[in-house]
């Protein structure tokens, strides 16, 4: 399937990370998501209902990356994977999280992680 939806550069402040300073103070991070779904219905409707919709993909975003605390970005990702894909019609699903602030000695712009998982929960 090559149609996909994005919704890039969600930004927020959260609490994940191995460090107190990181769960405590926080980060600041960077989520793209990525959902493949057959989108001929809506292409051709120009229809609201036959599609999705980019803000609730970000509420959701924001909703699992402000609510626990994770020391593990790879466990933050897999969670909001099994979110998005329990919400939405998507057969796959890509997350990319960038954490921009990360607690290394040295310049770094981000270290992050990326997964992907399908609706029949192998991973891709």
Do not use: N
């Not at 969600?10 to 107190?20: P, Q, S």
């Not at 909703?63 to 998005?84: A, M, N, Q």
């Amino acid at each position: 399937m090559g149609d996909q939806i994005f919704v890039e550069g969600i930004k927020f402040h959260g609490f994940h990370g191995l460090t107190k300073l990181e769960r405590q103070v926080g980060v600041r991070l960077s989520v793209d998501v990525t959902l493949e779904l057959d989108l001929e219905t809506s292409g051709r409707s120009d229809r609201m209902a036959d599609t999705l919709d980019y803000g609730a993909v970000h509420k959701t975003v924001i909703e699992v990356g402000r609510g626990r605390s994770y020391k593990l970005l790879e466990t933050f990702v897999r969670t909001l994977l099994d979110e998005l894909l329990a919400r939405f019609e998507a057969e796959r699903v890509t997350v990319r999280v960038r954490k921009e602030t990360p607690v290394l000695d040295g310049i770094v712009d981000a270290v992050g992680v990326q997964m992907t998982r399908t609706r029949a929960g192998r991973a891709s």
